[in-house]
């Protein structure tokens, strides 16, 4: 049972342009959702997470959509660089009394960026 | 640098031996995860401590697994009788768990497991 889905596995984008990732879920008990970065051979790196509460967060080059009501978010990337080739998880944390802090990961999404 | 480190960094192992990777987390950060990660697919989760208290595991965590955290501060997590399917990357992650749902959760550079 995929909870959350990154149905893209691949994206490809010249340098400059908008990267879109996208993410479903489908467990509406999740609150709190997280995008992490990863390079080969390294471990996942934090980018930027939302709040259920929230539609929308910024964090410089990077902003996360959420549409609760599709169960559905986004990663936008611009300008996109060619250092942000990398794979692209998203990420869902469940709030319930003795949550433990257990992520929900997606599959991935592997972004290309030409230069 | 005061990110989370683990080691070893890759281990090569023959099918039937006993294999343990070390955590040591962000300094101040209470709770620790495990996590494994095997090709194409995202991170599983393994298991979670608060401080030194294991408060839960998956079902993917066989009686073969086991993982500590003495004292609190590094974990250890071992692989006893390893088989074929247990080669995967092992992440460990840490944070501060200051009691409010809303924590992001680090990740050390992983250790790549692979039994032949």
């Known amino acids: 049972d995929q909870q959350v889905k990154q149905n893209s596995p691949s994206l490809s984008v010249q340098e400059g342009r908008i990267s879109i990732l996208n993410c479903d879920y489908t467990n509406s008990m999740f609150d709190y959702f997280l995008w992490y970065k990863k390079y080969p051979a390294e471990g996942p790196t934090f980018l930027i997470s939302i709040s259920s509460i929230k539609d929308k967060n910024e964090d410089g080059r990077f902003t996360v959509f959420l549409n609760k009501s599709a169960k559905h978010l986004s990663l936008h990337i611009v300008p996109s660089q060619p250092g942000d080739s990398a794979v692209y998880f998203c990420a869902a944390l469940k709030d319930y009394s003795g949550n433990t802090g257990k992520l929900i990961f997606g599959q991935g999404t592997t972004l290309q960026v030409k230069p | ?116």
Not at chain 2, 11 to 34: A, M
Not at chain 2, 65 to 82: C, D, H, V, W
């Open chain 2, 1 to 116: 640098d005061t990110g989370v480190s683990q080691d070893p960094r890759h281990k090569i192992t023959k099918r039937g031996q006993n294999v343990t990777f070390r955590c040591d987390p962000i300094s101040e950060h209470n709770r620790l995860y495990w996590y494994r990660q095997t090709l194409g697919q995202g991170p599983e989760f393994l298991t979670y401590f608060q401080n030194e208290a294991q408060l839960e595991k998956s079902r993917l965590l066989s009686d073969r697994f086991s993982a500590e955290r003495p004292k609190g501060s590094f974990s250890t997590l071992e692989i006893q009788r390893t088989e074929q399917g247990d080669s995967a990357m092992y992440l460990c992650a840490s944070s501060q768990g200051q009691g409010a749902y809303q924590e992001t959760q680090y990740f050390g550079p992983g250790t790549r497991l692979l039994v032949l």
